[in-house]
Every structure is written in C-alpha cells, then in structure tokens.
C-alpha cells in the first residue's frame, strides 16, 4: 500500500485578510478521503506541525502551508501551492483533495523542483 501524509504547519494570519477553517475538519476529512479511495492501494495519512508556523496573507499561503510527503514519487516534502495551482473556489479541503489526489495518481503531472517543462507522454507535445 503506498502512504502518502499531508502535513499542515500552524498558520498565523497576518494583516486584513483571513481564512474561516477549523483544524477539526482534518481528520473526519482524510478519514471519508481514505474511505473513498480505499481500493485504490493508496493510504493517506495527515500530522499536524506546531513548530512550523507560517504568516497567512491570503489563499495561495494557505495552500503553502500545506505539505505532501511521497517518497515514492520523489516527493519528500511538496509544497501544496507550488503545483496547484489557481483555485477556482478558495475550498481549503477541496484543494488539498485536489492536491493529494494528483500527487497519488498524476505525479508525473507535477514539474520537478526547479524544472519548468514537463512530459506525461499524454500525446500533448510538452
């Protein structure tokens, strides 16, 4: 089974701008993500990180503050905001689902660090 944790630091909100989410929903979340995806051969774990505590500006730092561990896929410690992207609706747990869901599935998808090119042998041409 390949385990995959996600692992959150402690945000600080900084300035005017906020983000209502309560930590509580973390665990009931991976535990109907584990559920759903149960015969995937994919496990996903979670850990919270105290001593790691991020300034909140807006959305893209809450993303930031997000980690995904994958050793298998070369991921040892992914930042959620560098490869996600945009998000089309600021849902925290649906980006992190987003998120984790691609690293599992599509992590050929995901530039290397420092690389700007990338090929998924889609037919695409990249």
């Known amino acids: 089974m390949q385990e995959i944790t996600v692992v959150f630091y402690a945000r600080e909100f900084g ?14 979340f991976f535990a109907q ?23 909140i500006n807006g959305y ?22 560098q490869f996600l992207g945009a998000s089309r609706d600021a849902d925290f747990l649906a980006d ?12 050929e998808s995901i530039a290397p660090a420092g690389g700007d090119a990338l090929c998924h042998n889609c037919g695409c041409g990249c």
């Open 15 to 28: 300035g005017m701008w906020q983000y209502s989410f309560d930590d509580a929903a973390i665990e009931p």
């Open 33 to 55: 993500l584990n559920r759903e995806l149960s015969g995937t051969g994919v496990h996903f774990n979670f850990s919270h990180e105290p001593n790691v505590c991020l300034k």
């Open 96 to 107: 992190v689902k987003r998120g984790v869901r691609r690293v599992a599935f599509s992590p």
């Open 60 to 81: 893209q730092d809450m993303l930031n503050s997000v980690r995904i561990c994958a050793p298998e896929h070369g991921f040892p410690s992914l930042c959620l905001g």
